[in-house]
C-alpha cells in the first residue's frame, strides 16, 4: 500500500480548522502536527492522536512532514511566513493580496529553491479557481472581457486585515456585488466597470474600550489593496451582535467572459460558486494542491508555483488512467 501523505498545518485559526477536516476527507493523507503561536495545552484539535506544536519548532520537524499547509493571514503572517517556511518544508499557502502576488512569488521561489523544496502559493477560490477560469475565459475567447464578481460574502483576509487595525477588537467584511453590473456582463453589452461600480463593502467593527470611532473608520476606508478603492461602509455594533448575527462564513462569486467568435456571435462563459463555508472551502482547495506540491517533490521539482502551473490530473487522488475512464 502507497504511504500516505504527511500533512502538517501552520495556524490553528478557522483555515486551519478547515484543513484538519479537509485532511481527514482524504485517504491518501494523514495529519502528523499542528503548530501555532498560542500555547498548544490551549488548543483543542478535531483529530484525536494528533499532537499540537510551538510554530517555533517547525525547523526541527523537517523529516516528519512532507508538506506543510500554511494557514495564516495574508497581510501580515504569509509574508514572512512563505518565504521562510519554503526553505525547510515543500509547502502551499492562500496569499490573496492579488496586487502584491509577484513580489511575493519571487522571495517564495528563491526561498524553495535554495532549500530543495515545492512552494505552491495563492491556492483557494480567488486567488485559485477563478484564476484559471479567467485563463480559460480569454484562452478560449480572445477578443472578449473578463469580469470577476465576488459574494455577496465574508471576505477572511479583508476581515482579518480590519481586525489588525489599531482599537478594533473584532470583525467581519463583506463583499456585496453590484447587480446591474453582473446583469449588463450577463447580457453580453461589455461594460467598462470601474472597481467602485462592480462592488461594495461592509464592515461591521467591535471596538477596543476606549478607541476613536472615526479614526478606526478612516484607518479601514483609507488601506491600500483592500478598501480605498471600493465605497466601504463601517458599522460599528456590539461584541454579542457580531457573535450572533456575523457567526457564519458564506461567500461565492462569479467568473464571466463575454466575447466573439465567428460571424459576431456573441459568446458568454460563466463560472460560479456558491459557498456555505468560504474556509471550508478554502481549505478544501489547500488540500487538493497539497497533493499536487507532493507529486512535484517526488519527481524532483523545487521552487514556487501557482495554479497556472499545476496540472489538473495532480490534483486528483485517481491515476492518470482512472482519470481517462471515469471522467474525460
Not at 502536527?33 to 510554530?55: A, I, M
Not at 529553491?113 to 483557494?124: C, D, K
Not at 483576509?157 to 489599531?166: F, N, Y
Request: hydrophobic fraction near 35%; charge should be negative; include cysteine.
Amino acid at each position: 500500500m502507497t504511504e500516505k501523505i504527511r500533512i502538517a498545518i501552520a495556524g490553528y485559526g478557522n483555515l486551519g480548522r478547515g484543513t484538519e477536516t479537509a485532511v481527514s476527507k482524504s485517504p491518501d493523507m494523514t495529519l502528523v502536527g499542528v503548530y501555532t503561536r498560542r500555547n498548544p495545552q490551549d488548543v483543542q484539535l478535531l483529530t484525536s492522536g494528533v499532537p499540537v506544536h510551538r510554530l517555533d519548532d517547525l525547523a526541527d520537524h523537517r523529516q516528519q512532514i512532507d508538506v506543510l499547509i500554511l494557514c495564516g493571514g495574508s497581510k501580515n503572517d504569509l509574508p514572512a511566513q512563505g518565504p521562510e517556511f519554503a526553505q525547510w518544508f515543500t509547502t502551499v499557502d492562500s496569499f490573496d493580496t492579488h496586487a502584491r502576488i509577484p513580489e511575493y512569488f519571487e522571495a517564495v521561489d528563491a526561498a524553495a529553491r535554495t532549500g530543495g523544496n515545492i512552494a505552491i502559493i495563492s491556492v483557494g477560490w480567488d486567488p485559485g479557481l477563478f484564476s484559471l477560469n479567467r485563463l480559460f475565459g480569454e484562452a478560449v475567447l480572445p477578443d472578449g472581457d473578463t469580469y470577476t464578481f465576488w459574494g455577496k460574502g465574508l471576505s477572511q483576509g479583508h476581515s482579518d486585515a480590519v481586525r489588525r487595525v489599531p482599537g478594533v477588537r473584532g470583525a467581519v467584511q463583506y463583499t456585496i456585488p453590484a447587480p446591474e453590473a453582473i446583469d449588463q456582463v450577463r447580457q453580453g453589452l461589455r461594460p467598462q466597470l470601474s472597481t467602485r461600480q462592480k462592488h461594495t463593502r461592509e464592515c461591521y467593527v467591535v471596538l477596543q474600550d476606549g478607541a476613536d470611532p472615526e479614526q478606526v473608520r478612516q484607518a479601514i476606508v483609507t488601506m491600500p489593496d483592500y478598501f480605498a478603492d471600493y465605497d466601504t461602509t463601517v458599522h460599528f455594533i456590539q461584541e454579542e451582535t457580531l457573535r450572533t448575527e456575523h457567526a457564519a462564513m458564506p461567500h461565492g462569486g462569479f467568473v464571466i467572459r463575454s466575447g466573439i467568435t465567428a460571424e459576431g456571435e456573441n459568446q458568454v462563459v460563466e463560472y460560479s460558486l456558491a459557498l456555505g463555508s468560504n474556509p471550508g472551502f478554502t481549505s478544501s482547495v489547500l488540500v487538493a494542491y497539497a497533493r499536487a506540491a507532493h507529486r512535484l517533490k517526488q519527481r524532483g521539482e523545487t521552487g514556487a508555483r501557482t495554479v497556472y502551473d499545476i496540472a489538473p490530473g495532480l490534483l486528483s487522488p485517481k491515476s492518470p488512467a482512472a482519470l481517462r475512464k471515469e471522467m474525460l
